[in-house]
């Protein structure tokens, strides 16, 4: 019984689950949540769940209908006698069918946990939703109520319920409710306090509504899938103290047949003379607790509330997983990439990476190949799904493997081949020789530390300095990267600081070793256009001083313009066209980099922004010829049927131009000599 004084285990409140890459969330995510519900109820434990619940249930329905005897007809003269095939499991001391008693049993060992789980809910969501969301002097006292009730042993508190109303099945109910009310309405109130966050309750509150409707139409069915978990995990719990109350002789009373009380009347009268009776309702009580448990894992599975066990977890074949490093498999091509010179500081070379779902393997990123050379920023530009992340990310291999492998290519970090390393090798290059700026500093950043001990751990992590000498070190950069008072300033934590801080200290981190490359995946996305302006100032001007290359990783053209040397268009997975800025803004080769054009602020002729019409494709779903095909105005049927490579323009003044200046155009379209793109006058 000590079990029920902490309760099952509870779902974690943040309800956090490790999010994946945006071109894995785009194949299907309703076909996915259907996967992933018939894969967890199709499971052995949860098939064993389903079928014991389901028997039992029709146990409790038709039990009278199931076996002749009646589960209080008592005979002395056949008392206590072993398994016939007249009593299949024998009587009891006062010659009453164990069969019998145990089928009857079946009725209250339902309808009990489900009573008290659902009093218990009736109780518990409004006193959850009410302190959750209200806050404040509200949340304080009735939480005080609530830790009261938590205070008092369980066993003990339910044994004073049942004291005070008296003996009896229904009682026993009412005292359970008592007991689990605390504990849920403290899980809803933890639940409704994240969801209050989001920013849908904040869009709901400007429309007007009323917290009465916030908290039943928009709080509760996004916390109802955790609660539909911790209430088959209660179902459990309420079925052992159930059969300890009747037990100790508080719950259901003599003549009805309960499983508890048919284990004390086994003990007391049966324990010496046939101790087998014992086992009976034991095994029924122990099966019907696994069985609810293993619906309450199944659940936990469908609603994506813990990421799937490995068992669970459907390894694709030739896939070595391992934790911090992508997978490589991509047969001898490491070799031949190294032995060519390179001045660059990054070169990527056909780089292909798959993710692994239920239909097979399907390519992310298709042969993507690009140079950064010292000094130098390339824009790395695309809509949402167009592969930029997932590049970025394969570069430092911290793509999670399974789903995801890369399967083809080279990265080269000065003559070094970033695919051939073991993860002690990378964790040396990663921080050291490549950093990363993310997004989003604030979730990137520790909330329980100061900026200055997470920039000074990277230093002592890889330049061996004592902590002192790190600590300066991380104060002079974030001196470097304008922030001003930076002895103060590196005292305190994120969340006192600025959204332009913030990301100003996450460049600070990133410049902490001295890397030959920076890869920065969309850095100005959440800032105001002031401090996006000074983060990209910054950026250039650690490029020229420090001799950086930056990958910048972004949709924003407008960005793209003002900071970046040369820029790479990505769409589908593939790579569209790649030149100098000032090329693809005033001459684009490609009808998707027109398109990007005139949907950014950079329209030409002073024209409004104009949509691209249609979607990225999905990755199960890729058009055979060119991929931008379906939404391109410039169509042809041989753009439909033939796939298009990557390839210098045909302008052939242009292409001696470019080589002068060691540059090249590139193009992905069959028809970029005869199309005549608008960009930017």
């Given at each position: 019984m000590t079990s029920l004084a902490s309760g099952p285990a509870t779902p974690s409140e943040s309800g956090g689950t490790t999010s994946n890459p945006r071109p894995l969330s785009r194949v299907g995510s309703r076909q996915g949540s259907s996967r992933r519900w018939r894969r967890a109820f199709l499971t052995p434990s949860a098939i064993f769940g389903l079928a014991?619940?389901?028997?039992?249930?029709?146990?409790?329905?038709?039990?009278?209908?199931?076996?002749?005897?009646?589960?209080?007809?008592?005979?002395?003269?056949?008392?206590?006698?072993?398994?016939?095939?007249?009593?299949?499991?024998?009587?009891?001391?006062?010659?009453?069918?164990?069969?019998?008693?145990?089928?009857?049993?079946?009725?209250?060992?339902?309808?009990?946990?489900a009573a008290v789980v659902g009093l218990s809910l009736v109780g518990a969501i409004p006193i959850g939703l009410i302190a959750g969301y209200r806050g404040g002097r509200t949340d304080q006292?009735?939480?005080?109520?609530?830790?009261?009730?938590?205070?008092?042993?369980?066993?003990?508190?339910?044994?004073?319920?049942?004291?005070?109303?008296?003996?009896?099945?229904?009682?026993?109910?009412?005292?359970?409710?008592?007991?689990?009310?605390?504990?849920?309405?403290?899980?809803?109130?933890?639940?409704?306090?994240a969801v209050r966050a989001e920013s849908f309750v904040e869009a709901s509150r400007s429309l007007?509504?009323?917290?009465?409707?916030?908290?039943?139409?928009?709080?509760?069915?996004?916390?109802?899938?955790?609660?539909?978990?911790?209430?088959?995990?209660?179902?459990?719990t309420t079925l052992i103290a159930e059969a300890g109350l009747s037990f100790l002789g508080l719950g259901a009373q003599p003549p009805a047949a309960t499983w508890?009380?048919?284990?004390?009347?086994?003990?007391?009268?049966?324990?010496?003379?046939?101790?087998?009776?014992?086992f009976w309702p034991g095994a029924a009580i122990a099966l019907t607790v696994l069985a609810f448990n293993s619906l309450g894992d199944a659940f936990t599975s469908a609603f994506g509330l813990v990421?799937?066990?490995?068992?669970?977890?459907?390894?694709?074949?030739?896939?070595r997983g391992r934790r911090g490093l992508t997978a490589v498999e991509r047969g001898g091509v490491a070799?031949?990439?190294?032995?060519?010179?390179?001045?660059?500081?990054?070169?990527?070379?056909?780089?292909?990476?798959?993710?692994a779902v239920e239909a097979g393997q399907l390519t992310v990123v298709d042969g993507v190949s690009l140079t950064i050379e010292p000094g130098e920023i390339l824009g790395l530009v695309g809509e949402s799904g167009s592969g930029k992340t997932v590049t970025s990310m394969a570069v430092m291999?911290?793509?999670?493997?399974?789903?995801?492998?890369?399967?083809?290519?080279?990265?080269?970090?000065?003559?070094?081949?970033?695919?051939?390393m073991e993860l002690g090798e990378m964790r040396k290059v990663r921080g050291s020789d490549i950093a990363m700026v993310f997004q989003d500093p604030m979730s990137s950043l520790n909330p329980a530390q100061t900026v200055g001990a997470q920039i000074s751990e990277a230093?002592?992590?890889?330049?061996?300095?004592?902590?002192?000498?790190?600590?300066?070190?991380?104060?002079?950069?974030?001196d470097r990267v304008g922030i001003p008072d930076a002895a103060k300033r590196a005292r305190s934590y994120p969340h006192q600081l600025s959204g332009g801080m913030r990301q100003r200290v996450m460049i600070a981190m990133a410049l902490s070793c001295g890397p030959r490359l920076i890869i920065a995946d969309e850095p100005t996305t959440a800032l105001d256009v002031t401090v996006q302006a000074q983060v990209m100032q910054l950026l250039r001007d650690l490029a020229r001083e420090e001799n950086v290359a930056v990958l910048f990783v972004t949709h924003d053209l407008a960005v793209v313009s003002e900071l970046c040397d040369r820029v790479v268009v990505m769409y589908a997975g593939q790579i569209v066209e790649s030149a100098s800025t000032a090329d693809v803004f005033v001459a684009p080769r490609h009808p998707y980099t027109e398109g990007l054009i005139g949907a950014s602020r950079h329209s030409s002729d002073g024209r409004r922004p104009q949509a691209i019409l249609g979607q990225v494709p999905q990755l199960d779903n890729m058009p055979r010829g060119c991929r931008f095909a379906p939404r391109c105005q410039y169509v042809e049927a041989a753009c439909v049927s033939t796939p298009q490579v990557l390839a210098p323009v045909a302008d052939e003044a242009l292409s001696r131009a470019l080589e002068k200046q060691d540059q090249q155009q590139l193009s992905r379209c069959r028809r970029e000599h005869d199309l005549e793109l608008g960009g930017v006058r």
């Amino acid at each position: 019984m000590t079990s029920l004084a902490s309760g099952p285990a509870t779902p974690s409140e943040s309800g956090g689950t490790t999010s994946n890459p945006r071109p894995l969330s785009r194949v299907g995510s309703r076909q996915g949540s259907s996967r992933r519900w018939r894969r967890a109820f199709l499971t052995p434990s949860a098939i064993f769940g389903l079928a014991w619940i389901g028997l039992v249930a029709v146990a409790a329905i038709f039990g009278h209908w199931l076996t002749p005897h009646s589960p209080f007809t008592q005979n002395l003269g056949n008392a206590s006698a072993g398994m016939s095939a007249n009593n299949w499991l024998g009587t009891d001391y006062l010659g009453r069918d164990i069969f019998a008693r145990i089928i009857a049993g079946a009725s209250v060992s339902l309808w009990v946990p489900a009573a008290v789980v659902g009093l218990s809910l009736v109780g518990a969501i409004p006193i959850g939703l009410i302190a959750g969301y209200r806050g404040g002097r509200t949340d304080q006292i009735l939480m005080r109520l609530v830790d009261s009730g938590l205070s008092f042993p369980p066993l003990v508190m339910a044994m004073a319920v049942v004291a005070v109303l008296g003996a009896g099945e229904e009682d026993a109910v009412i005292a359970l409710a008592v007991v689990f009310t605390p504990a849920l309405a403290r899980l809803v109130r933890g639940q409704t306090v994240a969801v209050r966050a989001e920013s849908f309750v904040e869009a709901s509150r400007s429309l007007g509504s009323s917290s009465t409707f916030i908290s039943l139409r928009r709080v509760l069915p996004n916390i109802m899938s955790v609660l539909v978990v911790q209430a088959t995990l209660i179902m459990s719990t309420t079925l052992i103290a159930e059969a300890g109350l009747s037990f100790l002789g508080l719950g259901a009373q003599p003549p009805a047949a309960t499983w508890g009380s048919m284990l004390q009347q086994a003990y007391s009268y049966s324990l010496f003379v046939q101790p087998w009776s014992l086992f009976w309702p034991g095994a029924a009580i122990a099966l019907t607790v696994l069985a609810f448990n293993s619906l309450g894992d199944a659940f936990t599975s469908a609603f994506g509330l813990v990421r799937p066990s490995p068992s669970q977890r459907r390894r694709p074949r030739g896939i070595r997983g391992r934790r911090g490093l992508t997978a490589v498999e991509r047969g001898g091509v490491a070799s031949e990439a190294v032995a060519s010179p390179t001045t660059a500081c990054l070169e990527v070379r056909d780089l292909s990476v798959s993710v692994a779902v239920e239909a097979g393997q399907l390519t992310v990123v298709d042969g993507v190949s690009l140079t950064i050379e010292p000094g130098e920023i390339l824009g790395l530009v695309g809509e949402s799904g167009s592969g930029k992340t997932v590049t970025s990310m394969a570069v430092m291999r911290l793509l999670p493997s399974p789903p995801f492998v890369i399967t083809g290519g080279s990265v080269l970090l000065d003559g070094r081949d970033l695919l051939s390393m073991e993860l002690g090798e990378m964790r040396k290059v990663r921080g050291s020789d490549i950093a990363m700026v993310f997004q989003d500093p604030m979730s990137s950043l520790n909330p329980a530390q100061t900026v200055g001990a997470q920039i000074s751990e990277a230093i002592r992590l890889h330049r061996g300095a004592s902590r002192r000498e790190a600590w300066q070190r991380a104060v002079d950069l974030l001196d470097r990267v304008g922030i001003p008072d930076a002895a103060k300033r590196a005292r305190s934590y994120p969340h006192q600081l600025s959204g332009g801080m913030r990301q100003r200290v996450m460049i600070a981190m990133a410049l902490s070793c001295g890397p030959r490359l920076i890869i920065a995946d969309e850095p100005t996305t959440a800032l105001d256009v002031t401090v996006q302006a000074q983060v990209m100032q910054l950026l250039r001007d650690l490029a020229r001083e420090e001799n950086v290359a930056v990958l910048f990783v972004t949709h924003d053209l407008a960005v793209v313009s003002e900071l970046c040397d040369r820029v790479v268009v990505m769409y589908a997975g593939q790579i569209v066209e790649s030149a100098s800025t000032a090329d693809v803004f005033v001459a684009p080769r490609h009808p998707y980099t027109e398109g990007l054009i005139g949907a950014s602020r950079h329209s030409s002729d002073g024209r409004r922004p104009q949509a691209i019409l249609g979607q990225v494709p999905q990755l199960d779903n890729m058009p055979r010829g060119c991929r931008f095909a379906p939404r391109c105005q410039y169509v042809e049927a041989a753009c439909v049927s033939t796939p298009q490579v990557l390839a210098p323009v045909a302008d052939e003044a242009l292409s001696r131009a470019l080589e002068k200046q060691d540059q090249q155009q590139l193009s992905r379209c069959r028809r970029e000599h005869d199309l005549e793109l608008g960009g930017v006058r």
